[in-house]
Structure formats: C-alpha cells, structure tokens
C-alpha cells in the first residue's frame, strides 16, 4: 500500500498534471495568435480551400474572393475585397494581384501591386481608399485623408537609385476626394500560392490544435506521473 507522503505525491503531480491541461491552450494560442480575421460569406478561397465564416488569417496567406465578397479585419484596419480580388496578406501590407478592394485604416495598413505601393500619407490618421488593378490600370481613389502612390523600377539597380534618391515622379499624392490612375508598367504583385495549398484549412482546423494540445498536456502527464521525485525537494528519503 502507498504511505500517506506517496498519496499526498501522487495528488499533488495530479492537481499539476491538470493545471497543465487548462492553461496550455491560452499559452498556444498566445504563441500562434492570429494577425486578423477573414470574414466571408460565399465561395471564398484561403489557401485554395473553400474558407469558412470567419476564419483566422496568418502573413503569406492567399484571398481569392471569385463570386463573393470579404473582409479582413485587423486591429485599427479593416478591407473589403470585391469579387474577382486575389490577394496576398502580409500584415501590415495587403499584397494585391488583382481585383479590387476598399481600405479604412489608422495604422497606415498599405496595399502594394507589383512595384506600386499605396500608403496613407498620416498613418496614425483614419484614412479611407480604394484600389483597384484591373485590365493592367491601377486607379486608387482617396475618400478620407489623403494616400500616397510609390512606385518603383522592376529594374533592381534603378530601384535602388530611387531609394537613396527619391524624386518627385515616382510619388504623387491622392488627396481626399481625388482619384487617380497609372499603368501598371511592371509584373503583377508577386504572391506566392504553391506553397500555400492546404496550409490555411490545417492550421484553423479545431481537431488540429485540440490534438496538438490534448498529445502535450498528456505528455507533460505521463512524465510528471512516472516520476517518483517530488516537484519539490521535500522527500525525507532524498535526504
């Protein structure tokens, strides 16, 4: 029979054992915390698979709104894509290739399509723009705040140039109320989809973390129940 120090052991690594358990999904959900949320309701696609209602985003994921519409909310920014929109998100960079979207942000959330970047010109200011890339014409049109339009050479060595030196003709300003259009003279915006199949429907999958959660919590059991020292040193017998 186990002596009373054994049962008091054993019931002290099981109260650990359940402490454990309960707070391993705030920890893992605090180490993989979602950057934003897709919302949609119609045929959208994240990482090539059909997205639900809401669904958590992460940077390098890929939006194809085809038929339908979404929105991507994000802590002082939100966009909605219309259909026929595919895009790349990258945190505080929304990466367009092509479609159309319309943006409200205070944190300076930016769109880039190919080697054109639109950015609020106050980013702690709330600001309201569109973006469109269709047919290869950019048109961005400024309804709250004013936006800038940056854009830069495909060309590596003109690129770096026109960072150490920036002239007048590769920004203008969009100012409240205004609309403007440019060519779009380099490639489209370069997101990267191969990599990406299937990523997003594994990662939000509930049996993915509950599974994830349920084999370390059992683990981190196992091993405090086979021991037979005492989480602390207080085992006369050690002594």
Same mark, same amino acid.
């Given at each position: 029979?186990?002596?009373?120090?054994? $049962?008091?052991?054993?019931?002290?690594?099981?109260?650990?054992? &359940?402490?454990?358990?309960?707070?391993?999904?705030?920890? &893992?959900?605090?180490?993989?915390?979602?950057?934003? $949320?897709?919302?949609?309701? +119609? !045929?959208?696609?994240?990482?090539?698979?059909?997205?639900?209602?809401?669904?958590?985003?992460? !940077? #390098?994921?890929?939006?194809?709104?085809?038929?339908?519409?979404?929105?991507?909310?994000?802590?002082?920014?939100?966009? #909605?894509?219309?259909? #026929?929109?595919?895009?790349?998100?990258?945190?505080?960079?929304?990466? &367009?290739? /092509? +479609?159309?979207?319309?943006?409200?942000? !205070?944190?300076?959330?930016?769109?880039?399509?190919?080697?054109?970047?639109?950015?609020?010109?106050?980013?702690?200011?709330?600001? /309201?723009?569109?973006?469109?890339?269709?047919?290869?014409?950019?048109?961005? !049109? =400024?309804?709250?705040? #004013?936006?800038?339009?940056?854009?830069?050479?495909?060309?590596?060595?003109? =690129?770096?140039?026109?960072?150490?030196?920036?002239?007048?003709?590769?920004?203008? $300003?969009? /100012?409240?109320?205004?609309?403007?259009?440019?060519?779009?003279?380099? *490639?489209?915006?370069?997101?990267?989809?191969?990599?990406? *199949? @299937?990523? @997003?429907?594994?990662?939000?999958?509930?049996?993915?973390? @509950?599974?994830?959660?349920? +084999?370390?919590?059992?683990?981190?059991?196992?091993?405090?129940?086979?021991?037979?020292?005492?989480?602390?040193?207080?085992?006369?017998?050690?002594?």
């Amino acid at each position: 029979m186990r002596s009373a120090l054994g $049962i008091r052991l054993l019931t002290r690594r099981v109260r650990a054992c &359940l402490l454990t358990i309960t707070t391993l999904p705030v920890s &893992l959900l605090a180490q993989d915390s979602a950057a934003a $949320i897709l919302r949609s309701n +119609g !045929s959208v696609l994240l990482n090539k698979n059909t997205a639900p209602a809401a669904s958590a985003l992460y !940077s #390098d994921d890929l939006i194809e709104t085809q038929k339908a519409v979404a929105r991507i909310e994000t802590i002082g920014s939100t966009a #909605d894509l219309n259909p #026929d929109t595919m895009l790349q998100f990258e945190g505080y960079e929304l990466v &367009l290739d /092509h +479609g159309s979207l319309a943006v409200n942000t !205070s944190r300076g959330l930016r769109v880039r399509i190919g080697c054109v970047t639109v950015t609020p010109v106050n980013a702690a200011e709330w600001t /309201h723009y569109e973006v469109s890339d269709v047919d290869g014409k950019i048109t961005v !049109s =400024a309804s709250k705040s #004013d936006v800038y339009i940056n854009s830069r050479s495909s060309d590596q060595e003109q =690129a770096t140039a026109q960072t150490k030196k920036r002239t007048r003709s590769d920004r203008v $300003i969009v /100012h409240e109320g205004e609309q403007k259009s440019r060519d779009e003279k380099c *490639a489209a915006a370069d997101v990267n989809d191969d990599r990406l *199949a @299937g990523r @997003g429907a594994i990662m939000n999958s509930p049996w993915a973390k @509950g599974a994830a959660t349920a +084999g370390i919590g059992g683990l981190v059991c196992w091993a405090l129940c086979q021991s037979d020292n005492p989480l602390s040193p207080s085992d006369p017998s050690k002594h």
